[in-house]
């Protein structure tokens, strides 16, 4: 079964400051790959996603994610975030043939103005 | 708003109880997933219904069941409910399935489920 890290579960940063939020996952077969944002209060929506072609993937709102197949990551970054970016982020795997996502353990992300 | 839509958004019981969570997906999509997020777990995939059947299983406990029916709405019953079940439930819908390519997953807003 597949797993996923996320290894900042508390980021606080200034507005303007680059942002990267690690992910990783273990699994050894093909998997498509997935960050979603939940800003408060609201559902839960898909920022970015992977399955194939180009490992850079760029989203809604500035973020992009690179991913390294070698080491099973899947890294978002945004070069200069914004107040409104305060939110939690969650990455997210599926593996290919299979339906259900598993979700990282999500990182709570507050941007201070 | 996501197009999926789900009843009621918080939900009080007690103990032993039984409840029902309801879903409906977006206009055209098949598939309906069930997600349970809870403090310690995190986000956990339940289980999928594609076009009325089971398509999927995941973390799901034998208390817990759904269905979904020929309008497309699904609904999550949950039984014998303990205080480890309050957690935040969520839907999401897809067109399809995933084969050579994904159906992207659109989240409701999620049912609060509280058990006393």
């Known amino acids: 079964a597949q797993s996923v890290s996320q290894h900042n579960h508390h980021v606080i940063l200034s507005e303007a400051a680059s942002l990267e939020l690690g992910c990783n996952y273990s699994?050894?077969?093909?998997?498509?790959l997935f960050w979603y944002v939940q800003y408060p209060g609201q559902h839960l929506q898909l920022l970015l996603k992977?399955?194939?072609?180009?490992?850079l993937v760029k989203g809604i709102k500035g973020f992009e994610a690179e991913f390294i197949k070698s080491k099973f990551s899947f890294n978002l970054r945004k070069p200069s975030v914004q107040w409104s970016d305060t939110a939690e982020y969650f990455c997210a795997v599926n593996a290919r043939g299979a339906d259900g996502l598993t979700f990282g353990k999500g990182t709570h992300l507050i941007i201070q103005p | 708003d996501s197009g999926v839509t789900q009843t009621p958004k918080h939900l009080i019981t007690a103990t032993g109880q039984r409840v029902t969570l309801r879903c409906s997906p977006r206009s055209g999509d098949l598939s309906v997933y069930w997600y349970q997020q809870s403090l310690d777990q995190g986000l956990q995939f339940l289980i999928q219904?594609?076009?009325?059947?089971?398509?999927a299983k995941g973390n799901i406990l034998e208390r817990f069941s759904a269905q979904q029916f020929p309008d497309l709405h699904s609904e999550l019953n949950l039984s014998s409910l303990e205080l480890g079940d309050s957690a935040l439930y969520f839907c999401a819908s897809s067109k399809g399935t995933t084969g050579s390519s994904y159906n992207e997953q659109f989240f409701g807003p999620g049912t609060r489920l509280t058990v006393l």
């Open positions: 219904y594609y076009n009325g059947e089971e398509r």
């Open positions: 699994y050894g077969g093909t998997v498509n």
């Open positions: 992977y399955f194939s072609g180009d490992p």
